[in-house]
C-alpha cells in the first residue's frame, strides 16, 4: 500500500490508495496482483494507472511479477468520493463560494501585474509558481490573462481538463495544478468575451476549479487594470500583487497605474520584479543596459514597497516558455533562475505558519 499510495489518479491528482482505488492486493511468493477500481469504466488514463502501477510494485524486493486487474466504482462510490472531494474543496456550495476568499483559507494569493504586456508576467508566473512547488509547497497557477493566455504553453501542457461530478480537475505541470482558459477554447480562435462573461470565467476558476488545499494561488493577470484585474481583486481581498517591469521609464509609468489599482480594491502591492534587467555577454562578460535602468527602484518608491528581484535577459528563459520546460527545471543555477528562486524563497519565508512542516521526500 505504501508504494501504491505513490500513484496519483492522474485526473483527481491524489493517491489512488487515498481516493479508495485500490480493491485489492494478493501477494503469492514473489507474484502480487493489485485490484484496481477506475472512477468511471473505460477511463482513458487507464494505461498510464497501469505503467504506474507495475512500475511502483515492481521497485518492491522480491517482486518478480505483476498483475493488475481494473474494475470500476459503483455509483454509491463515486458520491461518495465526490463528497468527500467537495468537502475538501472548502466549498459547500460552489455555484456561489470562493474558497479562497474565506477567512480561514490558509492559501497564500500571489497576483502578478504588470502595467503593460511583453514586460515577462507570464514567465515570473510560471517560473515562480514552480520553484515554489519544488521547494515542497502545493501550488496552484490560474491563467487570468483570458485574451491573452500563455500559461498552458510555458508549462508544456495541454488537453481537456476533466469535470468530475461538477467539479473542475485542473491539469498537472511541473508539480503544479495549472487552469487556464485556453484548455477550454480552440486554439485559433480568439476569446471576445467582455466584463460579465470574463468575471463568470474567473469566479468559476476559483469556486468550481478542484484546487484543494493550496500553499500558493499564483495568479497570470491581464497586463493593465481592466475588467477581470478589477473582478479578481474584488474576489481575491486577500492577495499579494507582485508588479514586473522593465527598468525603462516607460514601463515604469503604466505599471505605477497598475499598481496604483490595489488602492481601489483593498489588494496590497508586496513588491516589484524588475525583469529584463540588463544583459551579460556570455563571450566578454559584458552587462549591456539593453531596457536602461533604475525603473523597478523607482516605481517601488512611488509604491511603497521594494524591488524584491532583478531578473537579467537570458535567452534560455524564453526557449524555456517557448519549449514548455520552465528555466528553474532546466537552469536552476544560471542568474535568471536564481532571481526567481530567490522571490519564491521571500514568499515562503513570509509563510511563517508553514515553518517546520514536512516537505516531500522526493522533489523534482
Ligand atoms: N528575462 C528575460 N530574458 C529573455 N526573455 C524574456 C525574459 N522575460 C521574458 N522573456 C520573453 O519575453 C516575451 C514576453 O514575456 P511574457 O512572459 O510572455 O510577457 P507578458 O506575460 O508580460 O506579456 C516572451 O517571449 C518571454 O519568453
Ligand atoms: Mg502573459
Redesign the pocket.
Known sequence: MEVLATVDDPEIGKPITELGMVEEVVVQGARVGVRVKLTIPGCPLKDRIQREVTEAVTRLDGVDDVQIAFGSMTDTERQSLSASLRAEKGAANAELDNPFASADSTTKVIAIA?G??????????VNLAVALAKQGFKVGVLDA?IW?Y?IPR?FGVSGKPVAFEGMVMPLQAHGCKVISIGFFTDPDRSVIWRGPMLHRAIQQFLGDVHWADLDFLVC?LP?GTGDIAISLAQMLPNADMLV?TTPQQAAQKVALRAGKATEQTGMSVAGVIE???GFTDPDSGTTHDIFGSGGGEELAEALGTEVLAR?????R??E???SGVPLVVSHPDVP?ARAITSIAEGLASRRGSLVGRALPLTMS
Open positions: 504588470s503593460k504586456g511583453g514586460v515577462g508576467k507570464s514567465t515570473v508566473t490573462d491573452g500563455s510555458m497570470d497586463p514586473v525583469n529584463m534587467a531578473i537579467p535577459i537570458d535567452p528563459l524564453r524555456g516558455s517557448d535568471a
